[in-house]
């Protein structure tokens, strides 16, 4: 017997991967069910070969649904998350509303897949921010061979992690650009095409910005309280694929070519790293891909043991849609994820 489904935000760019990525990977179903806002009532979305019409989050009884995935925005998650969870689903929640909260286990399976136990006190398991997912799986390995101190990172994010909006914004100023037109600015707080933004999200009272303040937080809680991170978020005119420059201080020596061997072998990671022009991933290459990609491996001489790298992945798939099926999986193969009896 397989498992009903949920899929809240079924329409948006991290929902329409999740339909996806559940019917790629066989996740065992007996149902899916696509949810969105009203406006999108009897919109149709792809599962597999199969096409699905949204139902409206707002009229939808969970009360049969077995797991539901949110990603929806954080404003639906903070009321809907707990409602659903209360009528005996799993919640994965992919927004940021419940990810601090000490009751909530945030998970990247690479790196803590054994927390999702943790999902009891309140029914919800959150998927960490885009960024910090890919972060912490190229990170892990190199924290158990060396010991981070410290992390410096600066981001260079697509615009698809500002949802379907956020692309068509920039769909729209690059051709309006080309067409000697006005170039309207809505979703982003300056032009995007053509330009880069330094600010993602909000700003915080110390100058960071949220989304900044997110990274430093969320790797501590999944990776280690004692690593000390500090991040700089910038928006790029990409459509898909957020790409880090990382430095990283280690308590113990560390060898670019011992982090290469150990990257190799680490889940989830793919290594390439020629010294070579071109010889190093781009986010162009790892839209539609699941891994997290590393390239351009070295010593940073600036510090004691100092190693610098670069990291590319798919902010839709792991960064988002592929993580929270994954953690899904995590469940089942702990036997967590049970299926309730429906009529049949
Ligand atoms: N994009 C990323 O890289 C990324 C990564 C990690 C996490 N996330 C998080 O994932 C969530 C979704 O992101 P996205 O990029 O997929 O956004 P998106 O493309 O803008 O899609 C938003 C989805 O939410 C639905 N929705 C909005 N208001 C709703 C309501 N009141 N009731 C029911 N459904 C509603 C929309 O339905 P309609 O079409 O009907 O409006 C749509 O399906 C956000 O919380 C985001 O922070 C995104």
Redesign the pocket.
Known sequence: MGYKVAV????????REMLGILAERQFPVDEVVA???R??MGVEVSFGDRTLKCKT?EHYDFSDVDLCLM????A??KDWSPKIAAQGAVVID???QWRMDPDVPLVVPEVNADAVSGFRKKGIIA?P??STIQLVVALKPLHDKAKIKRVVVATYQSV??A???GMDELDRQTKALYSLQEVEEKKFPKRIAFNLIPQIDVFMEDGFTKEEWKMMVETKKILDPKIKLTATCVRVPVFIGHSEAVNVEFEKPITADEARDILRSAPGVVVIDKREPGGYITPHEAAGEDATYISRIREDITVENGLAFWCVSD??RK??ALNAVQIAEALVNRGLLQAKKRAA
């Open positions: 809240v935000g079924a329409t948006g760019n991290v929902g949810i969105a806002s406006r999108s989050l990603s929806a925005g954080g639906v998650s992919n927004s940021s998927n921010n885009c698809s992690g949802g379907k909006d902010n839709l960064g988002a």
